[in-house]
């Protein structure tokens, strides 16, 4: 056998998502194609974006584009950030700055884990958990949220525990679902979670996984569970919030509200298993723009009006959905409950949303927002003819 078995679990476990990205590859070139699978740009750049790039696209000095590490200023601007929106005192020595959030990803599993320890993932939840754990020689046990409306249910983690658990992943604002969780369900996990600790005689981390932390609708409030855990990881991406995802930018924040000599170990390790990793920083040029890029952001009123259009003609149309709280995904039940049938029906008449088979939601699909209003507009009737299954 040619490959490691980690390599062929990994493999195994994203399966339906490669097989379903290989199945999909024409559609971008296709200009009638109505696709809302990945959370993908579908209309140019923003110009916040490529300014900032471009005002340190030219180098100031030898080593402009030289091994870079944590830069200062993206360090600087994070930690700012994040007291900020958290009202957490983060300091730039707590911030590793990452390439998006599967970087940060693997350098929590890397400080925190040793082979064949457990990692507790939401279900549905984003499809990367799995062959990531596997590739890093972890068990995923799978954490069922809430039937009907995709809580995080705290019971169904408790029950997912083991003396072998090291890791528990959350993420607010969800993918796929768009739920977005609230303090007393963090404080209610902390609980569980400091109890399981005591119990098996081992911490068990929390890694909170915030990418979509800043999309989020209708005013609703963000709680991290780092307020409430002190033992929280946060990871964080650039690419949702800027919608430009092949720009990787992110990083992995450790909780200022940790014993000092644990988070002074957690800071001490972050370049050394950075470089370990593979060189896990981000370019030199993401890095340099970071500061720029703090406070820009895809237009959250165009994504609301276009939540607002989907959510409202398809929930008229009888679909039971999801209403989004926060990502730009919309979350529904298939007619005749069956994802990949009704998928494949729409991808026949040139409308492509993701089935929730990738999530190990086989009844269900996931609709990406970030397509523009005018293919919501052209693919509408589609999608409303094809709810009378239901
Ligand atoms: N976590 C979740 C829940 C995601 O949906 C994604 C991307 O889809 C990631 C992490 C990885 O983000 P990035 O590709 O920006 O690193």
Not at 122 to 144: E, T
Not at 175 to 196: I, M, S
Not at 338 to 347: E, I, S, V
Not at 349 to 354: C, I, K, N, Q, S
Request: hydrophobic share 45%; with cysteine.
């Amino acid at each position: 056998m040619v490959l490691s078995t980690r390599a062929i679990q990994a493999r195994n476990s994203v399966a339906t998502v490669t097989s379903f990205f290989a199945s999909i590859q024409g559609v971008g070139r296709d200009p009638d194609a109505l696709d809302f699978t990945f959370g993908n740009p579908h209309e140019p750049a923003l110009t916040g974006l490529t300014s900032a790039m471009r005002a340190q696209l030219e180098p100031r000095s030898v080593d402009w584009f030289a091994y870079k590490t944590s830069e200062r200023s993206a360090q600087e601007a994070v930690a700012a950030g994040l007291r900020g929106e958290l009202g957490i005192d983060f300091e730039p020595d707590d911030i590793a700055m990452t390439q998006g959030a599967f970087g940060a990803i693997s350098l929590a599993l890397a400080m925190l884990t040793d082979a064949g320890d457990e990692v507790v993932i939401p279900v549905p939840g984003w499809f990367c958990y799995a062959p990531m754990l596997h590739a890093a020689d972890l068990f995923p046990v799978g954490a069922p949220l809430a039937p009907v409306d995709f809580s995080l249910d705290v019971d169904e983690i408790a029950r997912a525990i083991t003396p072998r658990t090291r890791v528990v992943i959350v993420n607010s604002p969800a993918n796929p679902t768009g739920r977005v969780y609230p303090k007393e369900t963090w404080d209610a996990l902390a609980e569980v979670l400091d109890e399981a600790s005591h119990r098996h005689g081992r911490r068990i981390w929390l890694l909170s996984d915030e990418p979509y932390r800043r999309i989020r609708f209708d005013g609703i409030g963000f709680a991290s569970p780092a307020g409430s855990y002190p033992w929280t990881l946060i990871d964080y991406s650039f690419g949702k919030v800027l919608l430009a995802p092949g720009q990787r930018l992110g990083y992995l924040a450790i909780s200022p509200l940790l014993e000092p000599a644990e988070r002074t170990a957690l800071r001490q390790s972050c370049m050394p298993l950075q470089l370990a990793i593979g060189w896990g920083f981000p370019d030199a040029l993401m890095q340099y723009s970071a500061p720029a890029l703090e406070s820009v952001s895809i237009d959250l009123a165009e994504l609301t009006r276009k939540r607002d259009r989907m959510f409202g003609a398809l929930n008229d149309a009888g679909y039971t959905l999801t209403r989004p709280e926060g990502t730009f995904y919309l979350w529904g039940r298939a007619p005749g409950r069956d994802g990949a049938a009704f998928c494949a029906a729409l991808a026949e008449r040139g409308v492509y949303l993701m089935p929730g088979t990738l999530f190990d939601q086989p009844a269900h699909f996931r609709i990406s927002l970030t397509a523009t209003m005018d293919m919501i507009e052209r693919a509408l009737p589609t999608l409303v003819e094809a709810a009378d299954a239901e």
